[in-house]
């Protein structure tokens, strides 16, 4: 007689796969708790044994600087960048570029402050990959601009950067449309217009 039952047991995952698992349950874990998270706590959340995490990272440390690592990937928002729709209108590519970029902001300074260290300075690895991808949204729209696409991307940055920051963005909330208009428009009405 065979059996023909089969196992339910899950197979196990190789090492690149348990470790993408395991850097996905931390990165929240960290947001939450910083570097005071316990392995415990990341295995409790990953449903693993404590030693899988040893196993897969060596140590704690190593484990935080990879999810620190890919949660400041710069490629999840150009990936999100290049999903916006060529053919919206000006002001709604502005306002999802807006959008994007100060949740990503909103979430960099979040990671930082949770781990225990200043944001980042100087220039961005991705930042000029960030213009190539806004001058090509915006491109349809050249005749509607004042300002070259590459500088608009940097106007955006610098609102989006400045709403981000607690002290700004959570005193006077923003909504991305009225941070679009103030780009767009600036502030003083155009007299020779009317």
Same mark, same amino acid.
């Given at each position: 007689?065979?059996?023909?039952t089969?196992?339910?047991?899950?197979?196990?995952?190789?090492?690149e796969?348990r470790?993408?698992?395991?850097i996905?349950?931390?990165?929240?874990?960290?947001l939450?708790?910083?570097?005071?998270?316990t392995?415990?706590?990341?295995?409790?959340? /990953?449903g693993?044994? #404590?030693?899988?995490?040893?196993? !897969?990272?060596?140590?704690?440390?190593?484990?935080? $600087?990879? @999810? =620190? %690592?890919?949660?400041?990937?710069?490629?999840?928002?150009?990936?999100?960048?290049?999903?916006?729709d060529l053919?919206?209108?000006?002001?709604?590519?502005?306002a999802?570029?807006?959008?994007?970029?100060?949740?990503?902001?909103?979430?960099?300074?979040?990671?930082y402050?949770a781990?225990?260290?200043?944001t980042?300075?100087?220039?961005? /690895?991705?930042?000029? #990959?960030?213009?190539?991808?806004? !001058?090509?949204?915006?491109r349809?729209h050249?005749? $509607?601009? @004042? =300002? %070259?696409?590459?500088?608009?991307?940097?106007y955006?940055?610098?609102i989006?950067?400045?709403?981000?920051?607690?002290v700004?963005g959570?005193s006077?909330?923003?909504?991305?449309?009225?941070?679009?208009?103030?780009i767009?428009?600036?502030?003083?009405?155009?007299?020779?217009?009317?």
């Amino acid at each position: 007689m065979t059996d023909t039952t089969t196992s339910s047991r899950a197979k196990p995952l190789g090492l690149e796969a348990r470790q993408d698992m395991i850097i996905g349950v931390v990165i929240p874990l960290l947001l939450e708790h910083g570097t005071a998270v316990t392995s415990r706590q990341i295995a409790e959340a /990953a449903g693993i044994a #404590e030693g899988t995490i040893y196993r !897969a990272f060596g140590d704690k440390e190593t484990l935080i $600087e990879a @999810a =620190v %690592a890919r949660y400041l990937d710069p490629l999840v928002l150009q990936a999100s960048l290049r999903s916006i729709d060529l053919d919206f209108s000006l002001d709604d590519k502005l306002a999802a570029i807006m959008g994007l970029l100060r949740d990503r902001f909103s979430g960099i300074i979040r990671m930082y402050a949770a781990i225990g260290q200043k944001t980042p300075t100087g220039r961005n /690895a991705g930042t000029g #990959e960030f213009e190539r991808i806004v !001058a090509e949204l915006l491109r349809p729209h050249a005749g $509607e601009l @004042a =300002v %070259a696409p590459d500088r608009i991307a940097h106007y955006l940055r610098v609102i989006a950067f400045a709403t981000a920051l607690p002290v700004f963005g959570e005193s006077i909330p923003f909504t991305a449309a009225e941070l679009v208009a103030l780009i767009k428009h600036g502030i003083a009405h155009d007299l020779e217009r009317g």
